[in-house]
């Protein structure tokens, strides 16, 4: 009998202090390490989007591979090859932490949405809070629900997030950006 797994993946985290970092060649540079590091990895690429400041990354990862390991390889890959081949203005670092949520089959799509259209969800204003990375000392997270606080720890942290597959209940504004 052989064994079968889906795994979905929608990973996120931030370039060092959310500096501006990921822009032009450089955040084609990453974008093309990212890809080419999930081949190797035999990781399936669904979508990569994000931001000047973060990366979000939808995934479909075999179960031999933790979401942890993957994420630093991801990681160290990308910020080696910046630092040694585009030759950025300044240091090219990530953020300590990441957030990995779960994504079932069913969501896959809507999430793929999101990723693809970050630079419109951030303009209009309409990010789902709870998919979008956090910093120390973020003023926000004072004023966050326990549950929305509970994941920006853990994303600082470099924790693995679960957003279950049934029964999650979106806030009403994070439902409409997923949208």
Request: one cysteine or more.
């Amino acid at each position: 009998m052989s064994s079968h797994a889906e795994l979905y993946l929608h990973l996120v985290w931030a370039t060092w202090d959310r500096l501006p970092l990921l822009a032009g060649e450089v955040r084609d540079a990453v974008y093309r390490s990212l890809q080419a590091e999930c081949r190797k990895l035999r990781v399936a690429v669904i979508a990569i989007g994000g931001m000047e400041d973060h990366v979000h990354l939808l995934v479909r990862a075999p179960a031999s591979i933790a979401p942890a390991d993957l994420v630093k390889q991801l990681k160290g890959a990308s910020s080696f090859l910046v630092n040694s081949a585009a030759r950025p203005v300044q240091i090219f670092r990530w953020q300590g932490g990441y957030g990995a949520f779960s994504v079932s089959r069913q969501h896959v799509a809507r999430i793929r949405g999101y990723v693809l259209n970050q630079e419109q969800h951030h303009r209009t204003g309409r990010v789902a809070n709870f998919l979008e990375p956090t910093v120390p000392g973020d003023p926000d997270a004072a004023n966050m629900p326990a549950s929305r606080q509970d994941m920006a720890t853990g994303v600082r942290e470099g924790g693995l997030l679960e957003v279950p597959a049934a029964g999650f209940n979106l806030p009403p504004r994070a439902d409409a950006a997923l949208g």
